[in-house]
């Protein structure tokens, strides 16, 4: 990588959190310095400070003379991140129905019919990118832009567990099912019930943790992974 001091420090950062956020580094993932650094060609110095940005962001953790690991999934963290999530979609959502326009609208439903076509190819990393763009389309329609920025760079923990179930086909199609029935509740302006399904959509996910943490048990903290009760007061957060 060239360029000066800065933008290296900037690339190397992007480079790891998207590797991160993509589970490229899973979580736990020993990091060494010296091995990034070579395997990105730059010197050590950038990929210290990028650690630092990332550990900051919640993504790794630092312990001083022994080793620096990507991050576990954190079952309060993720609570935290859908939380914030949920308030900014939900406060959105009903801005987004008194604006639109029928234009937005057909744009919505297009998303979802190219939706459908990923899940029927089973390109599920297309299928995740198509769910987010829309809910960012919601936002950049009502001009909430830093609202859609601060979910995604917010989001570390509840990314990464979300990620985990794009390989599930019913999940995947129950979620499409969601956007169909928000869109048509959006269509007939009703605030509330196009915000009950959204707030249903948010936390559907969790119905599938159980499976999911036999399934990866190494990507979540141990400690959360072997309480049942911490697991039921996650499931219970609504």
Do not use: C
């Not at 933008?7 to 060494?32: D, E, F």
């Not at 060609?41 to 550990?55: C, G, H, M, N, W």
């Not at 599920?124 to 920025?149: C, P, R």
Request: proline share 2%.
């Amino acid at each position: 990588m060239g360029g000066n001091n800065s933008s290296v420090q900037s690339a190397v950062y992007n480079a790891l959190r998207t590797s991160i956020m993509t589970l490229q580094l899973k979580p736990g993932t020993v990091m060494s310095t010296q091995e990034i650094a070579v395997k990105l060609d730059v010197s050590r110095t950038p990929v210290r400070e990028a650690f630092i940005r990332l550990q900051r962001d919640g993504l790794i953790r630092m312990f001083p003379q022994k080793e620096t690991i990507v991050s576990k999934i954190n079952f309060a963290k993720v609570a935290q991140e859908r939380f914030l999530r949920e308030s900014l979609e939900a406060s959105n959502l009903e801005l987004f129905i008194h604006t639109a326009t029928d234009d937005d609208l057909q744009e919505l439903e297009a998303n979802i019919t190219r939706q459908k076509a990923t899940l029927k190819a089973g390109d599920y990393k297309a299928l995740i990118s198509l769910d987010n763009a829309f809910h960012q389309f919601l936002f950049s329609v009502t001009g909430q832009e830093l609202s859609w920025e601060t979910i995604e760079n917010t989001s570390n923990h509840y990314a990464r567990i979300r990620l985990l179930t794009i390989s599930d086909n019913s999940i995947m199609s129950d979620a499409i099912l969601q956007h169909e029935a928000m869109l048509q509740k959006i269509r007939e302006k009703d605030v509330a019930a196009a915000r009950s399904l959204f707030v249903d959509h948010l936390h559907h996910l969790e119905n599938q943790l159980p499976s999911l943490i036999a399934d990866y048990k190494d990507y979540f903290e141990e400690e959360q992974v072997s309480s049942e009760k911490k697991l039921e007061d996650f499931l219970s957060e609504k």
